[in-house]
C-alpha cells in the first residue's frame, strides 16, 4: 500500500513538472544538463521533468531606459542631456534568443554596456560640435547615436527602437550668457526693424510732401493761367468800352478826353478806398490838373500812324 502511494506521488509529481506555462510576451530558454537544447513559446509547454531547465525567461516586450549625463563640446562647455531610450530583443529567431540568453552575465551587465555605449556615442559627436550648435542639432544627434548602436545592440540580440533627447542644457553661467546673448540680438532686431520702420516713414512722408508740392505747383499754374487770361479778358473788355465810348463821345461832338479823365478819377478813388493807411500825393493845382490832362491826350495819340491827326 505504502509502494502504491510513493508511486503515485512519484507521477504526480513527474506530471507537475512536466509542463511550463510562458507568458504572453516571453519566450523561454530550456537547457539540458547547463546546455542550450531548445525555446519554449508562449502558452503551454511540456519538458523532460528532472532533464530540460528553464534556464531563462526573455521578454520580447519593448524596454525603456532614462539616461543622464554630462558631455563636452569642442569649445568647452558642459552640456547636459536627458534620454529616453527604448528597445526589444532583435526578433523572435532561435539565434537572436541565445544571444540574448548567453551574451551578459546579467540584466545588470546588459543595462551597464548599452547606458556607457549610448552615453560614449552622443559623447563623441558633441566634442566635435560648438556649444552654439548643439541645441540645434537633436535629430543628428538621434541619428548619430542609432547608426553607432544598431550592429552593436544587433550582436547581443537587440534593436534600437527609439532614442528621443527630452531636455538639452548647459551649465547656469553658459546659459545666463546665452540668454544676454539673444536678448541682445533681440534688441539689434529691434532696433533694426525700428529704424527700417523709421526710413519707411519719412520716405512715405517725403513722397506725400513731394505729392503734395508738386500738386500745389500744378494747381497754382492752372491758377496763375486762369487769372492771365481772367487780365487778357478784362483788358479786352476795358479796350472795347473805351473805344465805345470814345466813339460816343465823337458822335456826339465832346472831348473824348472826359473818358480819360473819367478813369483817372475812378483810379484815384479805388487808390483811396484800398489803400488800407498808404499815403497818396496828389498835384491839385490848376497847372498840375492841366499836366495830367495833357498826359492823358498824348496817350491817345499814341496807336495812330504818323502823318495823321485831327
Same mark, same amino acid.
Given at each position: 500500500?505504502?509502494?502504491? !502511494?510513493?508511486?503515485?506521488? !512519484?507521477?504526480?509529481?513527474?506530471?507537475?513538472?512536466?509542463?511550463?506555462?510562458?507568458?504572453?510576451? /516571453?519566450?523561454?530558454?530550456? $537547457?539540458?544538463?547547463?546546455?542550450? &537544447?531548445?525555446?519554449?513559446?508562449?502558452?503551454?509547454?511540456?519538458?523532460?521533468?528532472?532533464?530540460?531547465?528553464?534556464?531563462?525567461?526573455?521578454?520580447?516586450?519593448?524596454?525603456?531606459?532614462? !539616461?543622464?549625463?554630462?558631455?563636452? $563640446?569642442?569649445?568647452?562647455?558642459?552640456?547636459?542631456?536627458?534620454?529616453?531610450?527604448?528597445?526589444?530583443?532583435?526578433?523572435?529567431?532561435?539565434?537572436?534568443?541565445?544571444?540574448?540568453?548567453?551574451?551578459?552575465?546579467? @540584466?545588470?551587465?546588459?543595462?551597464?554596456?548599452?547606458?556607457? $555605449?549610448?552615453?560614449?556615442?552622443?559623447?563623441?559627436?558633441?566634442?566635435?560640435? &560648438?556649444?552654439?550648435?548643439?541645441?540645434?542639432?537633436?535629430? @543628428?544627434?538621434?541619428?548619430?547615436?542609432?547608426?553607432?548602436? %544598431?550592429?552593436?545592440?544587433?550582436?547581443?540580440?537587440?534593436?534600437?527602437?527609439?532614442?528621443?533627447?527630452? %531636455?538639452?542644457?548647459?551649465?547656469?553661467?553658459?546659459?545666463?550668457?546665452?540668454?544676454?546673448?539673444?536678448?541682445?540680438?533681440?534688441?539689434?532686431?529691434?532696433?533694426?526693424?525700428?529704424?527700417?520702420?523709421?526710413?519707411? /516713414?519719412?520716405?512715405?512722408?517725403?513722397?506725400?510732401?513731394?505729392?503734395?508740392?508738386?500738386?500745389?505747383?500744378?494747381?497754382?499754374?492752372?491758377?496763375?493761367?486762369?487769372?492771365?487770361?481772367?487780365?487778357?479778358?478784362?483788358?479786352?473788355?476795358?479796350?472795347?468800352?473805351?473805344?465805345?465810348?470814345?466813339?460816343?463821345?465823337?458822335?456826339?461832338?465832346?472831348?473824348?478826353?472826359?473818358?480819360?479823365?473819367?478813369?483817372?478819377? @475812378?483810379?484815384?478813388?479805388?487808390?483811396?478806398?484800398?489803400?488800407?493807411?498808404?499815403?497818396?500825393?496828389?498835384?491839385?493845382?490848376?497847372?498840375?490838373?492841366?499836366?495830367?490832362?495833357?498826359?492823358?491826350?498824348? !496817350?491817345?495819340?499814341?496807336?495812330?500812324?504818323?502823318? $495823321?491827326?485831327?
Amino acid at each position: 500500500m505504502s509502494f502504491s !502511494l510513493i508511486f503515485l506521488g !512519484l507521477l504526480l509529481l513527474t506530471a507537475f513538472l512536466s509542463y511550463v506555462i510562458v507568458p504572453q510576451g /516571453t519566450v523561454a530558454v530550456v $537547457t539540458i544538463f547547463g546546455k542550450y &537544447r531548445r525555446i519554449m513559446v508562449p502558452g503551454l509547454n511540456f519538458k523532460l521533468p528532472f532533464i530540460e531547465n528553464v534556464y531563462k525567461r526573455i521578454s520580447i516586450q519593448n524596454r525603456s531606459l532614462e !539616461l543622464e549625463f554630462q558631455a563636452i $563640446t569642442i569649445d568647452q562647455a558642459n552640456v547636459n542631456f536627458k534620454a529616453m531610450l527604448v528597445y526589444a530583443v532583435f526578433d523572435q529567431s532561435e539565434e537572436a534568443i541565445k544571444r540574448v540568453a548567453f551574451k551578459f552575465v546579467d @540584466e545588470r551587465s546588459l543595462m551597464q554596456a548599452l547606458v556607457r $555605449t549610448v552615453e560614449g556615442s552622443i559623447r563623441a559627436f558633441v566634442a566635435t560640435q &560648438r556649444q552654439a550648435a548643439v541645441l540645434s542639432l537633436r535629430g @543628428e544627434i538621434v541619428l548619430h547615436v542609432k547608426d553607432q548602436l %544598431d550592429e552593436t545592440l544587433e550582436s547581443w540580440g537587440y534593436h534600437l527602437i527609439d532614442l528621443q533627447l527630452n %531636455d538639452i542644457a548647459f551649465d547656469e553661467e553658459i546659459m545666463r550668457s546665452m540668454a544676454k546673448v539673444v536678448a541682445s540680438n533681440n534688441l539689434k532686431a529691434a532696433a533694426e526693424n525700428e529704424g527700417q520702420a523709421l526710413l519707411i /516713414t519719412k520716405t512715405k512722408a517725403a513722397e506725400a510732401e513731394g505729392n503734395a508740392i508738386k500738386i500745389s505747383a500744378e494747381a497754382e499754374k492752372i491758377a496763375a493761367q486762369l487769372r492771365g487770361q481772367g487780365v487778357a479778358l478784362f483788358r479786352e473788355e476795358v479796350t472795347k468800352g473805351m473805344a465805345h465810348a470814345v466813339q460816343e463821345l465823337a458822335d456826339n461832338n465832346l472831348d473824348p478826353s472826359l473818358v480819360y479823365f473819367s478813369m483817372w478819377t @475812378e483810379a484815384i478813388k479805388h487808390f483811396a478806398e484800398q489803400g488800407q493807411g498808404n499815403v497818396i500825393f496828389l498835384d491839385g493845382s490848376n497847372e498840375g490838373l492841366e499836366k495830367n490832362m495833357q498826359q492823358m491826350l498824348a !496817350l491817345q495819340h499814341l496807336d495812330r500812324p504818323r502823318g $495823321t491827326g485831327r
